[in-house]
């Protein structure tokens, strides 16, 4: 069974108390931890989100840590407009065209995610106008370098 559409509001507003917490590569919330101030990854951000989640019958989604792991088990969007709480994949790096960072949209015209920056690519660490989670506009994540497209969540839709 699907999530209603008051519990998909419910994860978008504790999503959006996560604002600013701190970034740190490969780290991840635990699911039970409805507050958490440990810095945490993209991936480990968008599992902590959707497993806030829970459908009518209290049953919840687990996705796996890590991008590729996400990505495996979400279904693209071809053609369908992506709603609240789609993910979004993107090979920032361009090497592999495997994805190495995920976004949660929150609403038509915002994404959240956990961002850091990738000192590999140029960036200086101290300089990082990031290593937090921030909002974007979803128009800039669908015309950033390396997008990759939109996927849904199984089960939370689609029962």
């Not at 996560?18 to 968008?46: E, H, I």
């Not at 209290?58 to 969007?77: E, T």
């Not at 128009?139 to 997008?147: E, L, S």
Request: aromatic share 8%; glycine share 10%.
């Amino acid at each position: 069974m699907a999530w209603d559409g008051e519990e998909i509001q419910r994860v978008c507003e504790l999503a959006l108390k996560m604002k600013d917490r701190p970034y740190q590569f490969g780290a991840k919330w635990p699911l039970t931890d409805t507050n958490p101030q440990a810095p945490v990854d993209c991936s480990g951000f968008s599992r902590w989100i959707i497993g806030q989640g829970r459908d009518a019958h209290g049953r919840q989604i687990v996705l796996p840590h890590g991008c590729i792991n996400q990505i495996k088990v979400c279904k693209p969007l071809a053609l369908e407009r992506p709603l609240v709480l789609d993910l979004g994949f993107a090979d920032l790096i361009g090497q592999d065209g495997a994805p190495d960072h995920v976004v949660v949209r929150i609403s038509e015209s915002l994404v959240i995610e956990a961002r850091g920056c990738k000192t590999h690519l140029g960036h200086k660490p101290e300089l990082c106008p990031y290593k937090k989670v921030v909002l974007r506009p979803a128009a800039v994540w669908d015309a950033q370098k390396g997008f990759m497209g939109w996927w849904r969540v199984p089960g939370l839709r689609d029962g």
